[in-house]
């Protein structure tokens, strides 16, 4: 398609491949593999293949494609490579990128599954991780050193929304010449600007925002071509990570409205945050978007947007916190986040439950704190709901 097309009409538009048919909507191209004329084309498909040539779903498949130039498009990367989740497209990255005797650098506050596969599953390999504060540059400065062969980090952190110099750390791990892998899910591919500030690699859960109603499990990796075809793709394609094409469906039109959606959930975010602000049952609200934040001024330079996540740590601890929770009407008890419903999460005894108590400390995982992942519902109706829970306590 289109470079110089903007990002909401990329979204409807970008990637989609008509058949002879001329379909309106894309085609799920539900199909394992694919019929070849002749014997000689299968060898000759074998041998090195044009972008629109399939072989086989696990390798590529036309409505995956379609989803991952979708993506590529308005991330500025020059390609993507989609997986069945979120999870399968970091350790597929890292795995795919690492080899022992390799040093990678992370931040501390990390997704519990990312961290798993950073201090378990690579040390396992014989890579190398050393964990520091994400928000302290001086920390990165001084564990970065000749040789690391990556960085990697979640630009806002779960569930404290720390925001990370993204442009800061990406100057120092460029001086060595590592990798910058982003996990971009918080940051939004609405809001990022992660690639302008020098993120090599940004990942994404498509669970989250791309799909935004809470339906079907994907991922994607976005870099340059080189990166994606000569070293993702091969590792992927072998060890079975890919994306069923039913669920790059759902994804490509989760794209459609995504654009939309972001904006209004974070909207709402901003306004439930300051509604909240102040509230004597809440010993502190985090929300990126509040000129209170720690990086409010980071934030505010690297993303157009302050995202849809919210956190508040209720006075009371755990058993305040479940008092709120259980009274809240609207707003369901779940993990998931960037759905049209509302959220809320206690990530101390839930997505956090396996941190020892010292880690969580650490990383601000208090017992009385709650992640709200705010949905499409009226903001008016959500406020109320949350003054009514926490009324309850
Ligand atoms: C959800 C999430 C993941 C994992 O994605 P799945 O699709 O659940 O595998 C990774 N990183 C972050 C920041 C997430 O929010």
Not at 169 to 183: C, E, I, P, Y
Not at 197 to 226: M, N, P
Request: charged residues 20%.
């Amino acid at each position: 398609m289109t470079d110089s097309w903007n990002t909401r009409t990329k979204l409807v538009h970008q990637g989609a491949r008509r058949s002879q048919y001329g379909e309106v909507a894309e085609a799920i191209y539900m199909t394992q593999g694919f019929v070849y004329p002749t014997a000689e084309a299968a060898e000759a498909r074998f041998l090195g293949t044009g972008p629109d040539e399939f072989i086989y779903a696990r390798y590529g498949n036309p409505t995956v494609a379609a989803f991952e130039e979708r993506i590529a498009a308005i991330e500025g990367t020059e390609d993507a490579f989609a997986t069945a989740s979120g999870m399968a497209a970091v350790s597929g990255a890292l795995m795919a990128m690492l080899r022992a005797g390799d040093h990678v650098v992370a931040a501390r506050a990390l997704f519990g599954s990312c961290l798993y596969v950073l201090e378990n599953v690579l040390a396992r390999y014989g890579v190398e991780v050393t964990l520091v504060d994400g928000t302290d540059l001086d920390a990165w400065r001084s564990a970065i050193r000749d040789g690391t062969k990556a960085v990697f980090l979640e630009s806002v952190s779960n569930p404290t929304l720390e925001v990370i110099d993204l442009a800061g750390v990406a100057k120092l791990a460029h001086a060595v010449g590592a990798t910058v892998v982003v996990d971009n899910v918080f940051a939004t591919p609405v809001f990022s600007r992660a690639v302008e500030l020098g993120a090599d690699v940004v990942i994404y859960s498509a669970t989250k925002h791309i799909d935004g109603q809470g339906r079907a499990l994907g991922g994607v990796i976005c870099g340059t071509r080189d990166f994606i075809r000569g070293t993702v793709e091969p590792y992927l394609k072998h060890t079975g990570g890919a994306l069923s094409p039913f669920n790059a469906w759902i994804m490509l039109n989760g794209m459609v409205t995504m654009d939309l959606r972001v904006r209004a959930q974070a909207a709402s975010a901003q306004a439930i945050a300051t509604a909240l602000q102040g509230d004597a049952r809440l010993a502190r609200v985090i929300y990126p978007g509040l000129p209170e934040h720690p990086q409010h001024a980071i934030a505010a330079a690297q993303m157009s947007g302050f995202g849809t996540v919210l956190s508040f740590e209720v006075a009371g601890g755990q058993a305040a916190a479940f008092r709120a929770l259980n009274a809240l009407r609207v707003a369901v008890i779940s993990n998931n986040l960037g759905d049209a419903r509302t959220i809320a999460t206690h990530p101390a005894t839930t997505t956090h439950q396996r941190l020892p108590d010292d880690q969580k400390a650490l990383l601000g995982i208090t017992p009385g704190l709650v992640r709200l992942s705010v949905g499409l519902e009226d903001t008016v109706d959500l406020i109320a709901d949350l003054r009514g829970a926490l009324g309850a306590i």
